[in-house]
């Protein structure tokens, strides 16, 4: 089945710095990825959609230069948390939609528990 | 703006025991819905899809019903396991091939 691979599955780093999460598609080609953030015991919320070779969407309330969302290949997005805070601290999930549409339901990936010290 | 409610919020039941899970949503206007399964500190699992034009989906134990014009949905456990504990989200499908989740339900079988 359709595989999604996100890297790393764990950070821990000073306040101050920038993290580069990625995610990929390892056997389909995806023209949409999404990230989403979760907070411990809370759902997921969806932060944006990567659309490759595009500017990313952005949903209400996401700073969009905090996060920066890099769609560059059809198998791969990158979300960089720049500058992070204590406040960045959560579990990020990327998914991806097989190119091919119609029924395909989303992947997801494994997920990156990223703390901010 | 839609939104997603999973009751119950947490369930513990005996091992064996048959279940069911409830989802609803506020705008019946949906492509699909699907049922993931999430373990602590892990990714997403997808159990079923089933599309807005379909009223169940089957895999194995687990059958789910879609009834849209009501806003709900219900992911029905047959057989419950010890393996099958773990946070249940429903997602709803809209435009732009978004999801949006629901709050989800803590499930705990016990021996």
């Known amino acids: 089945g359709a595989v999604v691979s996100q890297h790393p599955s764990r950070v821990i780093c000073k306040s101050g710095t920038s993290v580069k999460i990625e995610c990929r598609s390892l056997?389909?080609?995806?023209?949409?990825m999404f990230w989403y953030r979760q907070f411990p015991k809370q759902s997921l919320m969806l932060m944006a959609t990567s659309n490759e070779g595009s500017k990313a969407t952005y949903e209400q309330g996401v700073e969009k230069d905090k996060f920066l969302i890099n769609h560059a290949s059809l198998t791969l997005s990158t979300l960089t948390v720049t500058s992070a805070h204590p406040e960045d601290s959560s579990f990020y999930i990327c998914?991806?939609?097989?190119?091919?549409?119609?029924?395909?339901?989303?992947?997801f990936g494994d997920g990156t528990r990223l703390s901010i010290l | 703006k839609q939104e997603v409610t999973q009751i119950p919020a947490a369930l513990s039941v005996p091992e064996g025991e048959n279940l069911v899970l409830n989802c609803s949503f506020t705008d019946s206007a949906i492509y699909n819905l699907q049922w993931f399964r999430q373990d602590p500190g892990k990714g997403l699992t997808s159990l079923l899809l089933i599309q807005s034009s379909q009223r169940e989906q089957t895999s194995g134990r687990l059958n789910a019903s879609l009834d849209k014009s009501s806003g709900r949905s219900t992911l029905y456990i047959a057989a419950s396991q010890p393996g099958d504990s773990a946070t249940y989200l429903c997602a709803v499908g809209g435009g732009g091939n978004k999801l949006t989740f629901g709050t989800g339900t803590q499930l705990k079988v016990e021996l």
């Open positions: 056997d389909f080609q995806a023209t949409t």
């Open positions: 998914s991806a939609r097989d190119r091919q549409g119609g029924s395909q339901p989303q992947h």
